[in-house]
């Protein structure tokens, strides 16, 4: 496992956890931060819905299966998952985007998707 950095989060500020149950993120250690091994940016740190996970899955990208072989249980509505920054905003002009947690969601996310529809779907601002 990748050494934890000091990773920030879209509103500039240190990244905090985004799920443990199950556990998230491309290093597999509950964060949505990204590394140079993560090709696909999965900095998005979003609440699954079944809108999304039905979205995500008739766009090729099956998230609610579940895949013991890869350790991968299988994603339901609840969930917190570090969804790839590409895949959201797609969702997102689609009318499918999940909800978001600006804390949890690395900058990187920024290379994809606007501030301004993260915002829009934020679970954390007041």
Known sequence: MQEKTDSLNVLGQP??????????????DGCCRVGPEDLGVHAVCA??????????????NDLSTPRPEFGFPGLK????????????Q???AAGQAPRVV?????QAALEHCRLED???????LN
């Open 118 to 124: 993260l915002k829009r779907c934020a679970i954390d």
């Open 15 to 28: 990244l905090v956890p985004c799920g443990q149950d199950p556990v998230t993120g491309f290093y597999r």
């Open 77 to 88: 509505p609840g969930d917190r998952w570090c969804l790839c920054a590409g895949r959201w």
């Open 90 to 92: 797609e969702a997102f």
């Open 47 to 60: 609440e699954m819905t079944a809108e999304f996970l039905a979205f995500t899955q008739r766009e090729g």
């Open 102 to 106: 600006l804390e949890g969601t690395d």
